[in-house]
Antibody
Framework: QVQLVESGGGVVQPGGSLRLSCAAS????????IHWVRQAPGKGLEWVAI????????FYAESVKGRFTVSRDNSKNTVYLQMDSLRPEDTAVYYC????????WGQGTLVTVST | DIQMTQSPSSLSASIGDRVTITCRAS??????LAWFQQKPGKAPKSLIY???SLQSGVPSKFSGSGSGTEFTLTISSLQPEDFATYYC?????????FGPGTKVDIK
């Protein structure tokens, strides 16, 4: 069955960095674009970024452009979200999901940006 | 960016009620519209894609309709497991955007 498992969340100070991972199984990983979506505590859903199936292209929300970088290693069935220059407003649960209409989601990983 | 709105923002309903949630896009998105259900502390779950296609494994009490700028999600007979927050999402254009959510709770 399709599984997406996020990891790498934690507490980081403003201005710091964190790298999230999304490990996939149960499908032909290299055929699918992967997205990151986040949800701040008590708030709605916000699309963050996409990496294409081959890893050659990505798009970002304006709120993270220039600070976040998405990449993937198809040999490891894993997508990464490198988050730099973190701000308190980046505090959220980060989910990875696939295809344009987000058919499967991981359980999420919590990122807290705080002093 | 395409703005998504939902109405109502919340509703109270009884078991067995028929519930309809409306989602509007600030510009035409064709049928590039998805619906999700989210329960507290859990990841969102896909219900509908392509405005009206039921995701595999989702019960037929859920249905979606609409195209262009106005869409609806209908739950034909509300059951206890359906009390949750529902979100719409457009995937016509980047950045993909979500509606603010509709919370469905027990009357």
């Amino acid at each position: 069955q399709v599984q997406l498992v996020e990891s790498g969340g934690g507490v980081v100070q403003p201005g710091g960095s964190l790298r999230l991972s999304c490990a996939a199984s149960g499908f032909t990983f290299s055929n699918f674009d992967i997205h990151w979506v986040r949800q701040a505590p008590g708030k709605g859903l916000e699309w963050v970024a996409i990496v294409s199936n081959g890893g050659t292209s990505g798009f970002y929300a304006e709120s993270v452009k220039g600070r976040f970088t998405v990449s993937r290693d198809n040999s490891k069935n894993t997508v990464y979200l490198q988050m730099d220059s973190l701000r308190p407003e980046d505090t959220a649960v980060y989910y990875c999901t696939r295809v344009y209409y987000f058919d499967y989601w991981g359980q999420g990983t919590l990122v807290t940006v705080s002093t | 960016d395409i703005q998504m709105t939902q109405s109502p923002s919340s509703l109270s309903a009884s078991i067995g009620d028929r519930v309809t949630i409306t989602c509007r896009a600030s510009q035409g998105i064709g049928s590039f519209l998805a619906w999700f259900q989210q329960k507290p502390g859990k990841a969102p779950k896909s219900l509908i894609y392509g405005a009206s296609s039921l995701q595999s494994g989702v019960p037929s009490k859920f249905s979606g309709s609409g195209s262009g700028t106005e869409f609806t999600l209908t739950i034909s007979s509300l059951q206890p497991e359906d009390f949750a927050t529902y979100y719409c999402q457009q995937y016509r254009t980047y950045p993909f955007t979500f509606g603010p959510g509709t919370k469905v709770d027990i009357k």
